[in-house]
């Protein structure tokens, strides 16, 4: 399974960006997936994640209300909305894909800068 992570870019605090991934080679309609970030000198860390059919969403508590998860099968592709977007929120950010939910993320994509100004 590859995956194609774009959308990332500056934005102003406050602003708005839509993160896309694109799945192929592989089902993606069974995969669940998740969206992490990983901030210059931390750990990558988890944001999101969503149930193959897109029905249960999980969001870290930093970004819950901000961000939403959500999925097209039919585009083989998962997107992450970003509102409000802090300063903070600046990181690369990773979609990920696991054969079943509740088990460690298996495919990975390269990453997606998201650069948010003050």
């Known amino acids: 399974v590859q995956l194609q992570a774009s959308g990332g870019g500056l934005v102003q605090a406050g602003g708005s960006l839509r993160l896309s991934c694109a799945a192929s080679g592989g089902t993606f309609s069974s995969f669940p997936m998740g969206w992490f970030r990983q901030a210059p000198g931390k750990e990558r860390e988890f944001v999101a994640t969503i149930t193959s059919s897109g029905g249960i969403t999980n969001y870290a508590d930093s970004v819950k209300g901000r961000f939403t998860i959500s999925r097209d099968n039919a585009k083989n592709t998962v997107y992450l909305q970003m509102n409000s977007l802090k300063p903070e929120d600046t990181a690369v950010y990773y979609c990920?894909?696991?054969?079943?939910?509740?088990?460690?993320?298996?495919?990975w994509g390269q990453g997606t800068l998201v650069t948010v100004s003050s």
């Open positions: 990920a894909g696991r054969r079943k939910w509740g088990t460690a993320y298996e495919y």
